[in-house]
């Protein structure tokens, strides 16, 4: 019965209920969004998640890896996750196809701070694969655009091929968000920019320091640029969110391994403002 | 001449006496009531943690010499059953274990069901636990109990479970609970507490399941000089406490040394052999694997121990972050002594000397601190 279903979820932290892919859209070589239903249509009808958040999803007799949901599609009434092939997991999942069968536990974590920033100028930066946590964060902005200033995507990738929910950017720029990409290579057509994406921070005209946030996602190195070339530009540090990524493995804050320093990026992230985890992400090794 | 302190939560303020001659009496209804008995015995040359079904299965006459990398049982010239400190293992075995299966899935002709998998261990009655291991369970109460999530078998055994301490009546050169206001003395966390005397126990009642168990045997009033006798047994063990660690302000002392050289200095002796890790009583690491049978249509998840300690712990996909030995022994020892104090509220350090004991190259974490603290950046 679905109540007991969503009581599990709860009440046994391991416990994960079963899922189907729906529909897989390819986005990039080696990446896909996986559309996920719950099978039990009660459960899939409840969940509910924050911007951010992430889920565990497990292949029985393979393993559980920790994913960000990418968007809560509601066409199909389905919560999407946008993988990149990497590992067992990965792999497995990709060779599932629609129908096939998986299972997730989540929401877990927490979430990008719409809540916190109402009237705020909101300024979204990603680095590859680091858009898709965001994603969510986009949608939030349309669907509650008068809540916000001015809304802004900065996003870099190695090369315009690998530009992720490129087929998004023109509507999301008609809904009202500023759309910069750039990239780290040239190919022939690409007519944007070409550098690292703090440079993109660095050129972002209009600023209101003082009346924006930034939410960060991306590989650590490039968030460590992002955030000089913020601070540089006028934004404190408690303005400046970040989303990290350790090995998560319960992401209930059992079983330890993805402390940095007091934090499980679990349960206390993924997403931490900026001052909070400053002085524990940039010790190398932590 | 001093006072008798009684446990903060003892619902029976008088101390009782049980005879060694009703022990086994005491053991068969603890069996019979439904209990695993589990207490301390001789295996492999060292006092550890199994079942305990007659008198004779307790290290009577056996003590344990302990110091940095060295552990050895020597024969007592009396016949004490307690007469020893600490082994390598802790009652965390019994309600956080080794191995454990914590799902499973099962592939019908529905597709895969998951489920809870059921956990058959009776209710321990833990025989024997320290000062230290009690506050080693308080400690881990926090993060399995405590928390916003709950971890469901360490719930289950540690509500079920009986808890007979035994009060410390010696001291290793490794102990230093006095420093961690642990022990020796067992205040609180028991059902039962004892000490032990030549033909007796003083018994302490801190709970009324403790009550319970007694009910039936020939317990007495324990008389005036029986008390003295046990206050002077358990002064002997805080009076051997030789080893101390200043634990002032020490998170802050260690998150802002952590990049001390001290850390290089202890990379080049660490062993990263996970000793520490897994006889510590309070560490909480683990990790789940996936076990399949032939079929691939049952699978269980199994949590097993892990380490931050071990290469790969700390793996994702970028690579691996702790990957010197410096790294692994810096979050070892400031999360134990620091940083746990921002999570749950307490030190993870209890002062039971295990990590000193065990570890080959007898790195002692209290000298450590001690080397940090001298010469902060």
């Known amino acids: ?286 | 001449m001093k006072a008798v302190a009684r446990p903060r939560n003892s619902p029976q303020s008088e101390t009782l006496l049980l005879a060694k001659q009703d022990f086994q009496a005491f053991l068969d209804q603890l069996w019979q009531g439904g209990y695993r008995v589990v207490g301390p015995t001789i295996a492999q040359q060292a006092i550890v943690y199994d079942e305990i079904r007659r008198v004779e299965d307790l290290p009577r006459g056996w003590t344990d010499e302990q110091s940095g990398g060295q552990y050895r049982l020597t024969r007592r010239d009396d016949e004490a059953w307690f007469g020893f400190v600490v082994g390598p293992h802790s009652p965390k075995r019994y309600f956080f274990p080794p191995q454990v299966a914590v799902t499973q899935a099962d592939r019908t002709s529905n597709g895969w069901q998951f489920s809870e998998v059921p956990d058959q261990e009776p209710p321990y009655a833990l025989l024997g636990v320290r000062a230290c291991e009690l506050a080693a369970i308080a400690v881990q109460d926090r993060t399995f109990i405590n928390e916003q999530y709950v971890d469901p078998i360490y719930r289950r055994r540690r509500e079920r479970a009986l808890i007979v301490a035994v009060n410390c009546t010696q001291a290793a050169s490794t102990c230093f609970c006095t420093s961690m206001n642990t022990g020796p003395r067992c205040t609180q966390g028991f059902d039962l507490a004892l000490t032990e005397l030549p033909d007796s126990f003083t018994v302490e009642v801190g709970s009324e399941r403790g009550a319970d168990v007694l009910s039936s045997l020939p317990v007495t009033r324990a008389a005036p000089g029986s008390l003295l006798a046990a206050e002077a047994a358990r002064q002997q063990a805080v009076d051997q406490i030789t080893k101390g660690l200043d634990t002032k302000d020490i998170r802050d002392l260690l998150l802002s040394n952590l990049e001390h050289p001290r850390w290089d200095e202890v990379a080049t002796r660490c062993l990263s052999c996970t000793n520490c890790t897994m006889v510590c009583p309070t560490c909480f690491c683990s990790s789940v694997k996936e076990v399949s049978d032939l079929t691939g249509d049952h699978v269980q998840r199994e949590r097993e121990w892990d380490t931050c300690f071990n290469w790969d712990f700390s793996y994702m996909n970028g690579g691996i972050v702790r990957n010197q030995i410096r790294s692994r022994y810096r979050q070892w020892l400031t999360h134990k002594l620091a940083s746990w104090i921002d999570q749950f509220g307490v030190s993870g350090c209890v002062g039971c000397g295990r990590c000193i004991t065990w570890c080959p190259v007898a790195i002692d974490l209290t000298e450590e601190v001690a080397a940090i603290r001298e010469n902060p950046a």
Request: proline share 6%.
């Open chain 1, 1 to 286: 019965m679905s109540v007991q279903a969503s009581s599990a979820m709860v009440d046994n932290p391991w416990l994960a209920q079963s899922v189907e892919v729906a529909t897989v859209t390819p986005e990039l070589p080696g990446v896909a969004t996986y559309h996920l239903r719950f099978r039990d249509a009660g459960l899939n009808e409840r969940y509910r998640f924050r911007p951010g958040q992430f889920n565990m999803l497990y292949l029985p007799g393979v393993g559980e890896i920790a994913i960000s949901l990418s968007a809560a599609n509601e066409m199909s009434g389905t919560w999407d996750h946008t993988i990149r092939v990497a590992g067992n997991v990965t792999r497995t999942l990709a060779g599932l196809g629609v129908g096939g069968e998986l299972a997730l536990r989540g929401p877990y974590g927490t979430s990008w701070p719409l809540d916190e920033c109402t009237g705020a100028d909101v300024i979204l930066v990603a680095g590859g694969i680091g858009l898709a946590p965001l994603r969510p964060a986009i949608h939030a902005c349309f669907t509650q655009r008068k809540r916000f200033g001015r809304t802004t995507l900065l996003y870099g990738a190695r090369s315009p091929d690998m530009l992720l929910y490129r087929r998004d950017y023109d509507v999301w720029a008609d809904r009202g968000l500023n759309v910069s990409a750039t990239v780290d290579r040239f190919q022939p057509g690409w007519s944007g920019d070409v550098g690292v994406v703090p440079l993109l921070v660095d050129r972002l005209r209009p600023l209101t320091p003082a009346n924006s946030v930034m939410f960060l996602c991306g590989p650590e190195v490039m968030m460590r640029y992002t955030v000089r070339s913020a601070l540089e530009r006028g934004l404190r540090r408690d303005q400046i969110w970040v989303s990290l990524e350790r090995n998560m493995q319960c992401a209930v804050g059992l079983c330890g391994h993805c402390q940095l320093g007091p934090a499980f990026v679990c349960k206390d992230g993924p997403v931490f403002r900026y001052d909070k985890i400053e002085r524990y992400l940039n010790v190398e090794g932590l």
